[in-house]
């Protein structure tokens, strides 16, 4: 059973989801153009550590940290001079599912957190999705 929790902190949002798939699946649909523009958006491309990426709903920033099958952390700008906030991606097994949690840091004191949690949240939908 798939289950999903939202948490919001301030200055941080965290959206946790358990897929019915196993890591390695998981990780192979992250690493395909359809699975990387899930969770960026429309244009993102997951790269290696110091490589950028563009979503063409004006989201961009640059991979901070990409280790296989475990994490990725990536700056995010909401658009053209907004601040740098950090997305950390983490991938975990959970038996024979896989537990995805987005954590979205160093956020402004004026970000809209709700707005956020349903942002990563759906991101999730959509990861599930690819993934099945």
Do not use: C
Not at 76 to 97: E, K, M, N, Q
Not at 108 to 115: K, R, V, Y
């Amino acid at each position: 059973m798939d289950t999903m929790e939202v948490a919001t902190e301030p200055r941080s949002v965290k959206v946790t989801r358990v897929v019915a798939s196993p890591l390695e699946n998981v990780w192979e649909v992250l690493m395909k153009p359809h699975g990387a523009e899930a969770l960026l958006g429309e244009g993102g491309e997951l790269g290696g550590k110091g490589e950028d990426w563009h979503a063409q709903d004006g989201t961009y920033g640059v991979t901070r940290s990409f280790h296989p099958r475990e994490q990725i952390r990536f700056s995010w700008h909401a658009s053209d001079g907004a601040p740098r906030t950090l997305v950390d991606v983490h991938i975990r097994p959970d038996g024979d599912r896989t537990e995805l949690e987005i954590v979205h840091e160093h956020l402004p004191e004026d970000a809209d957190t709700s707005a956020l949690s349903a942002h990563w949240a759906e991101a999730l939908d959509r990861i599930e999705t690819a993934v099945s």
